[in-house]
């Protein structure tokens, strides 16, 4: 049935994707000290972003939902891109692993930051990431499924082993996704 809505909305130019297709958009209502962002922005910086990278990379996006999470000593994200082909998504994911190498290691003492990388066998391509900074970090994984790409992240200090055990949560999130994605006809699984 959700493979019938979904094809007539996309076939009919509703554009977009669905109310509710990310885990986060359901989320409790904000407190005074949070706040949560919901955009469908194209333009928008795929979120692991190691470069700080204003602007978007990439190319060839057809539909984009990020949710974005910030409270007083935590962040979250959740992100997805779908792209016009797999080809464009393939780029995206090695242009996010060639900033992932570039800004390893970037500045001294109180600006420095780090990123460390090991792969994730979720998806056609996948990736874990951690990221530290002066008081703060994040860890993160990417995941490529057809013409898709999935981005989850949250606040965390990560070790530069990066064991998955401290990935569970947001593996999980990409696992439930790379199936979720196939429903959208563009995706190309």
């Not at 910030?70 to 996010?96: C, H, I, N, T």
């Amino acid at each position: 049935m959700l493979q019938v809505v979904l094809a007539g909305v996309l076939a009919f130019g509703g554009g977009g994707l669905p109310d509710g297709f990310l885990t986060m958009e359901s989320h409790p209502p904000a407190q005074s000290w949070e706040s949560y962002r919901v955009t469908d922005s194209k333009s928008l910086p795929l979120q692991l972003n190691p470069c700080f990278r204003k602007r978007k990379a990439d190319a060839g996006r057809l539909e984009t939902r990020a949710v974005l999470y910030s409270g007083e000593y935590e962040m979250k994200y959740e992100q997805l891109v779908v792209y016009k082909d797999v080809a464009a998504a393939e780029r995206a994911m090695k242009g996010l692993r060639a900033d992932l190498r570039r800004c390893a290691d970037v500045g001294k003492g109180h600006q420095r930051y780090r990123y460390f990388t090991r792969p994730l066998e979720v998806g056609d391509d996948g990736l874990r990431a951690g990221g530290r900074f002066f008081e703060n970090g994040e860890r993160a994984v990417a995941v490529r499924r057809g013409a898709a790409l999935y981005i989850a992240g949250e606040s965390a200090w990560p070790s530069r082993s990066l064991p998955l055990k401290h990935f569970r949560k947001l593996v999980a999130q990409a696992e439930v996704m790379t199936v979720k994605v196939c429903d959208l006809p563009e995706a190309a699984c």
